[in-house]
T-cell receptor
Framework: SQTIHQWPATLVQPVGSPLSLECTVEGTSNPNLYWYRQAAGRGLQLLFY??????ISSEVPQNLSASRPQDRQFILSSKKLLLSDSGFYLCAWTSGYGNTIYFGEGSWLTVV | AQSVTQPDIHITVSEGASLELRCNYS??????LFWYVQSPGQGLQLLLK??????LVQGIKGFEAEFKRSQSSFNLRKPSVHWSDAAEYFCAVGVAGGFKTIFGAGTRLFVKA
């Protein structure tokens, strides 16, 4: 069966510091991968998605970037965090076009 | 542009009462529709999905949803709510021709004894 893991689960970082959140999927190949951010009362905002290694699409201009160095690995990064980057980040995957999206456990980021 | 609207930010129901959470979408073609549930501090769990066929779909935990094309709606229902159903519920639409799933803002369900 397929599983998705993301880490760290909780992170407290000072303003201006770098960020790296990692996500891996097991039990499938060539998944579509996603990073969402969740803010209270605003639902899930799609940040990035990737349909293959090295292919990244950005949905919202921001202080973050994403990379996909391997087929089942998706990384969310920032060179310098802002207070506004605080939130709950969710990695997700689908097996293809229009299919069910499955989520990781989420990562709480607090920028102080 | 595609969008999903959940008009109720929060709903409170008594345990044992029936529940209906509303969802409306805006999309030009037949959508893929989903309902997810999220407990505090956790990821989202799929409750049910509609791709095609029977417009009344059954999901886990006793939930069901009905797709009504004429109303662009996909409302979630449960005949008898349990205290453990208290959570946040998200309606979502999968966009054909792309790879994106768009989510509503969510409805938080409170269950009172």
């Amino acid at each position: 069966s397929q599983t998705i893991h993301q880490w760290p689960a909780t992170l407290v970082q000072p303003v201006g510091s770098p960020l790296s959140l990692e996500c891996t999927v097991e039990g499938t190949s060539n998944p579509n991968l996603y990073w969402y951010r969740q803010a209270a009362g605003r639902g899930l905002q799609l940040l990035f998605y990737s349909v293959g290694i090295g292919q990244i699409s950005s949905e919202v201009p921001q202080n973050l970037s994403a990379s996909r160095p391997q087929d089942r690995q998706f990384i969310l990064s920032s060179k310098k965090l802002l207070l506004s980057d605080s939130g709950f980040y969710l990695c997700a995957w689908t097996s293809g076009y229009g299919n069910t999206i499955y989520f990781g456990e989420g990562s709480w980021l607090t920028v102080v | 542009a595609q969008s999903v609207t959940q008009p109720d930010i929060h709903i409170t129901v008594s345990e044992g009462a029936s529940l209906e959470l509303r969802c409306n979408y805006s999309y030009g073609a037949t959508p893929y529709l989903f309902w997810y549930v999220q407990s505090p501090g956790q990821g989202l769990q799929l409750l049910l999905k509609y791709f095609s066929g029977d417009t009344l779909v059954q999901g886990i935990k006793g939930f069901e949803a009905e797709f009504k094309r004429s109303q662009s709606s996909f409302n979630l229902r449960k005949p008898s709510v349990h205290w453990s159903d208290a959570a946040e519920y998200f309606c979502a639409v999968g966009v054909a021709g792309g790879f994106k799933t768009i989510f509503g803002a969510g409805t938080r369900l409170f269950v009172k004894a």
